[in-house]
């Protein structure tokens, strides 16, 4: 007991290890020995990489100075180091086009404030290993906050700027996965691939930006070679701009909230192909006449959407709005197909309001394996519903709405369709409608 009460008496005396300050100038002030500003170290990377905690749940501090940091190898940052820049535009960590910027492996290495540009990188692994990221390979421990990444080039196919870990309120731009030399895309990940971006700005990277991410309340654009968003989850971010042979905006992905607009495919699905979106607004996407294809689904193709909002969405062909999709309480109004239904191909549609379009086609093309029931079909050139047995309980008379300027499609209280949908259509998912009230109360 004598000996453990001294041990602890000892620990309480000197208190917890507190954590370092160190200081890198670009070439060196001082003493050199990066104990102050003064004193800074002229060698960020091998600063960095030899500044390990002196105890469990220490957190170094690296402050670098403004000036550009050219890395010879890449940086190994020891682990529970905090890595600062005193202004992320000043602060700038290259790879000089020849090799990675950093690579951090070690646990709970953090960047703040600094910029990472010209990372080069020719590995390739699908695993996470030392062949991906040119900008940086981090743990799922790590975290970039107030960065920015800025031309980082993967020849070797994944991740231009990151790989792993977690980024926040950080610009990705202008990186590029190479899959296609010939034409400098076509990778996986050229923003990102396997990490998670909150309320970052992800924009003109080249080959497939976002790649097995996941991204909250972000604003993704003008991103080319391919889906700006391919396998991943979003939540709440802005994806406008973008440009791919199929989903411009996303593909194989789940949406929840997110606002699609101005996207562009050859194909199929202006907005997304393959996708499950929640909740989403999807405006002025369109399909193009590049090459022969099928040409349909402005906003959608080949995806599921609940209670979403389709408007103003173009294809030359078939389903200005939606094609070969499931739809489930969505509005889809006023998308434009010249010769072919608005809605085409369509599997099930349950509790929707299709409204405004002007083609004289038939409205809906749809197919007899599939349910439709439960829709609202008003102000239409045609309300017509062609190629299906499965119609059930659908309203073609003047629903009523309640003519609110910001919510035009909503019921009013005398409108005869409240109340009047069969809920044995209406999938348990379904329970709350666009305007997020419970559906089987009506109002």
Known sequence: MGRLAAILAAFFIAGPVAATNYYAVVGGAGTMDGSSWENGHPDVQALAQSLFPTAVNVTNQLWV?????????????????????????????????????????????????????????????????????????????????????????????????????????????????????????????????????????????????????????????????????????????????????????AANSTLKGTTLSNNYANNRGGGIVGSTASNCVFVGNRIGVAWGGTFSGGAASRSTLYNCRVFGNTAPVNGGGVSECDVFGCIIESTTAPTYPAAASLKKTINCTIVGHTNAAPLVQYTNAYVFANNVLWNNASNGVYNTTNAFNNWTNDPVFLGDPLYPWKLAAGSPCVDAGDDAYVPSRLSLDFYGRTRSQGL
């Open 65 to 249: 100075g403004a000036g550009t940091w050219i890395m010879t190898n890449r940086m190994l940052p020891a682990s529970n180091l905090w890595i600062r820049g005193t202004n992320r535009d000043a602060t700038i960590l290259s790879g000089n086009f020849t090799t990675r910027v950093v690579l951090a492996l070690a646990a709970n290495v953090r960047l703040d404030s600094v910029t990472i540009a010209n990372g080069f990188h020719a590995g390739y692994s699908a695993a996470r290993t030392t062949n991906n990221g040119a900008g940086v390979l981090a743990s799922p421990s790590f975290v970039a906050t107030n960065c920015v990444f800025i031309s980082n080039v993967a020849s070797g196919y994944i991740a231009g700027a990151i790989y792993g870990g977690r980024v926040f309120n950080s610009t990705l731009v202008s990186n590029r996965s190479i899959y296609v030399p010939a034409v400098s895309y076509g990778g996986q990940g050229a923003a990102a691939y396997g990490a998670e971006l909150v309320g970052c700005v992800v924009a003109y990277n080249a080959g497939l930006a976002m790649y097995f991410s996941t991204s909250r309340n972000c604003v993704v654009y003008s991103n080319t070679g391919g889906s700006q968003l391919n396998l991943c989850t979003d939540f709440g971010s802005m994806i406008f701009g973008g440009y791919a042979d199929e989903g411009g905006g």
